[in-house]
């Protein structure tokens, strides 16, 4: 299972897709991020709220 603050690398793994299709939804505020330690995460529940989301598109 993914850890609380999951890198935008693992969450497009974790998706299914492409890293810049990960960005744009980013950008589209359809998934919410933070920062940890200086970095950009985002959050398990996150993902798995978009994911459901977005399964039957």
């Known amino acids: 299972m993914l850890r609380q603050g ?3 690398v693992q969450a497009a793994r974790f998706l299914g897709m492409d890293q810049s299709s990960l960005y744009m939804a980013l950008q589209k505020g359809q998934i919410p991020t933070h920062k940890s330690n200086g970095r950009t995460v985002v959050s398990q529940g996150a993902l798995l709220d978009y ?4 399964r039957h598109l």
Not at 51 to 54: L, Y
């Open 6 to 8: 999951t890198s935008l």
């Open 51 to 54: 994911r459901a989301r977005t």
